[in-house]
């Protein structure tokens, strides 16, 4: 009897341990119906509601698509497309100023993060990333602005409109100047970076120079020109 009762006693520690790895096995599976993002975030878009049923294998590949879309708003990243002929001056730590059509008048200062280092062979532009900080949440993923950076600082530079340097078909660039005689005349010019505002003149201009900005395109070499005082 003694023995009888051993075995049964071991028979049922060991549907015992059966049943706790059974339960194991469905507080695992239970914890799948649960989704945990791996970040706290805002669940911008979903694709499913209450009630949907989710099939383990979908029928199509095109029918996958994720349940949700979480995105971390409290730091944000700005991708930039930096034209070929200043991407090799970009560097991580360069500063940039960030301009939002949602925010006008307001200029966010911020640094370049990350650079990919290699040019999109559609676009010819080379992607810079800059991480911003946006816990009061005020720019929102997907919104649109401009970038300007500075790869360079130079100190005592001459620096002119862009509307009033002009280049030929071989692309050189030139300046029209007023003379001692009051006549426009043609100055090649070596120009800096162009940020689409103001252009650097690294060589050609001594700075005493009258440069003529407006009606450029109509004005023609030793044509008279009148200056006016505002």
Do not use: W
Request: net charge negative; charged share 25%.
């Amino acid at each position: 009897e003694r023995k009888a009762a051993e075995a049964e006693i071991a028979t049922a520690a060991a549907r015992l341990a059966e049943s706790e790895t059974a339960i194991e096995e469905i507080d695992t599976m239970l914890a799948y119906t649960t989704l945990r993002a791996p970040f706290a975030g805002v669940i911008t878009s979903r694709h499913i509601d209450p009630g949907d049923f989710v099939p383990s294998r979908p029928a199509a590949v095109t029918e996958q698509q994720p349940l949700f879309h979480v995105e971390q708003q409290s730091r944000l990243r700005i991708r930039v497309a930096v034209p070929e002929r200043d991407a090799a001056a970009v560097d991580p730590g360069d500063p940039a100023i960030i301009h939002c059509d949602a925010l006008p008048g307001e200029a966010i200062t911020a640094t370049v993060s990350r650079v990919a280092r290699r040019l999109d062979a559609s676009t010819r532009t080379m992607t810079v990333e800059i991480d911003l900080d946006n816990e009061d949440g005020r720019l929102l993923p997907g919104m649109f602005g401009r970038a300007t950076i500075t790869t360079q600082i130079e100190a005592a530079a001459l620096v002119l409109p862009a509307s009033a340097i002009r280049t030929d078909p071989a692309g050189a660039a030139h300046v029209l100047v007023v003379d001692a005689a009051g006549a426009a005349q043609q100055v090649a010019v070596t120009t800096g970076a162009d940020d689409g505002n103001e252009i650097p003149v690294v060589a050609g201009l001594s700075g005493d120079e009258r440069v003529i900005d407006s009606f450029v395109g109509s004005i023609q070499v030793g044509q008279q020109v009148e200056v006016v005082p505002h």
